[in-house]
């Protein structure tokens, strides 16, 4: 008996042992890291496109990423600016005092290049830009580089005041453009393509179109280990060569209108240059 009860001790004393060890280690294992990209769509299609998403990336590189999604655009990059992320989707980095900050490219979106546009319904008797001087055109926010800087940008340049509404998203610019408080819309070429598919119908009016930009970049703060960042990129990247993950982009992107082929590629700073160019000559008010 004595020895039974040794050897129960001594098991007991194993397991309070390795109980200690996990729960030592632990905090390093589970520590999260935040995922923010920008809002192209209202919050629950944002959700449904991303969560399954980052799910696969964090399963498939042992990172644990969490979704961090503001109400808007702006909120969402509110949070990225106070550095309360560390992974981002986004273009809103590139501006001069923005770069300081030393968010990394790894990657993108693949796709068609995206353009700016200004549109109006496809039923407006709306046809040239100068037609919107003194008018309402409502874009998804302040941040929104292509959607709302290049686009009220080049209406400054050309001397055409408007008055600029922010809806949030670029879903519901759509929607307040439609239900008539606004004159024309300020969006990138995707989105426009998007909600014209979701509809089944031809929408709009585009009046004008921007040099081309790449889609948005996936980056990594400066504070993340380059173990921890190749990892997560590894993931991303290698999402459409495995049947599992690209079975998440398809049905991902069927609920937001991209096409099935808009999975993440490898890309770098030097990518970019296009949104680097825009800066060094942008009116002021959209700088």
Request: proline share 4%; aromatic share 12%; no cysteine.
């Amino acid at each position: 008996m004595r020895r039974f009860l040794s050897s129960v001790l001594a098991m007991l004393a194993l397991m309070s042992f390795a109980v200690t060890q996990v729960a030592w280690s632990a905090p390093g294992e589970a520590q999260v890291y935040r995922f923010s990209p920008v809002n192209q769509w209202d919050i629950s299609k944002t959700a449904a496109y991303w969560n399954p998403i980052i799910q696969y990336v964090s399963d498939k590189s042992g990172v644990k990423l969490e979704l961090k999604i503001g109400r808007t655009s702006a909120d969402t990059t509110a949070y990225v600016l106070a550095q309360e992320v560390e992974f981002v989707f986004s273009n809103h980095l590139f501006s001069p005092d923005r770069e300081k900050l030393g968010w990394k490219v790894f990657g993108r979106r693949m796709g068609p290049e995206l353009y700016a546009q200004i549109a109006v319904p496809v039923d407006s008797p709306i046809r040239k830009l100068e037609e919107l001087n003194g008018a309402d055109v409502v874009y998804a926010g302040p941040e929104a580089f292509i959607g709302y800087r290049v686009v009220h940008g080049h209406l400054l340049s050309l001397g055409v005041q408007v008055n600029p509404l922010f809806a949030g998203n670029q879903n519901a610019a759509f929607s307040q453009l439609f239900a008539g408080r606004a004159k024309a819309v300020g969006s990138n070429s995707a989105l426009i393509d998007g909600y014209e598919e979701r509809t089944g119908k031809k929408m709009f009016r585009v009046l004008w179109t921007s040099e081309p930009y790449l889609d948005l970049a996936l980056m990594a703060s400066s504070k993340v280990s380059d173990k921890v960042q190749k990892a997560v990129a590894s993931a991303f990247l290698g999402m459409h060569k495995d049947p599992v993950g690209l079975k998440i982009l398809k049905n991902a992107s069927e609920v937001v209108g991209l096409s099935e082929d808009q999975y993440f590629v490898s890309a770098k700073d030097a990518d970019y240059a296009a949104y680097r160019r825009f800066y060094l000559n942008a009116p002021v008010a959209v700088r």
